[in-house]
């Protein structure tokens, strides 16, 4: 968040305990950023704040923390991480998400342990009735191999972006071009639709660190 150049960043949630946590966290971020002088300019123009907030499937009641968060403008992202617990109630967090941003431009972020079966179909089943679409993140391209080695529970989590379809759709593309070349080989993705199944299980790449990596976390 200290590298970011963003207007405002806003942390919620609808547990006054987690709230704490959240305001701590905001303390400790602007501390760092006055210590760290390459980090300062950026973070000097960034307002951050504290809210409560929790999922509903109501537009008006998003509307108003919108107000009073925001100046009634909708957020360009929403980052979410571990919200896919037994209960989590999918419609009420991808309807709080998608009434938080436009939906044909903001992003959605996010990272989970999917814990009760069907809950990835949920996800996209829901998505797909507002023309959104989920692509899933691949480790490697942004943990190093040695740190992945280290912990191979990481790969329990489903690294995600989704979006408005005419999105993400090009945003795939573009980051997946950025891993072929000119040969016949199949090269490893970056980003490849997400399935309830497990993208390693099925992922093909050429000899090199991705293979060595895979072949270290599996045998």
Not at 29 to 52: D, R
Not at 166 to 179: E, F, G, H
Request: glycine fraction near 4%; include cysteine.
């Amino acid at each position: 968040s200290l590298k970011a150049n963003f207007r405002k960043l806003v942390l919620t949630d609808g547990v006054d305990k987690t709230l704490q946590l959240c305001k701590l966290n905001i303390e400790r971020i602007l501390n760092i950023s006055a210590s760290q002088s390459v980090n300062k300019a950026s973070c000097s123009n960034t307002t951050i704040q504290c809210w409560p907030f929790a999922w509903t499937t109501s537009n008006d009641e998003v509307v108003e923390f919108i107000k009073t968060s925001n100046n009634g403008d909708r957020f360009d992202v929403v980052i979410g991480c571990e919200l896919m617990y037994y209960l989590t109630d999918i419609e009420k967090l991808l309807s709080t998400v998608m009434n938080l941003v436009d939906k044909s431009k903001g992003l959605f972020i996010h990272a989970h342990l999917f814990r009760r079966d069907g809950q990835h179909q949920e996800l996209i089943d829901f998505m797909t009735q507002h023309d959104w679409i989920t692509y899933e993140i691949l480790h490697h391209t942004f943990i190093n191999t040695k740190e992945l080695i280290d912990h191979p529970e990481w790969y329990r989590v489903r690294c995600l972006i989704s979006g408005h379809k005419d999105l993400i759709l090009p945003l795939a593309s573009t980051y997946n071009s950025n891993t072929n070349d000119d040969s016949n080989e199949k090269q490893c993705q970056s980003w490849l639709p997400f399935t309830p199944n497990d993208p390693y299980t099925t992922l093909e790449c050429t000899d090199g660190p991705q293979d060595d990596l895979l072949f270290n976390i599996f045998s």
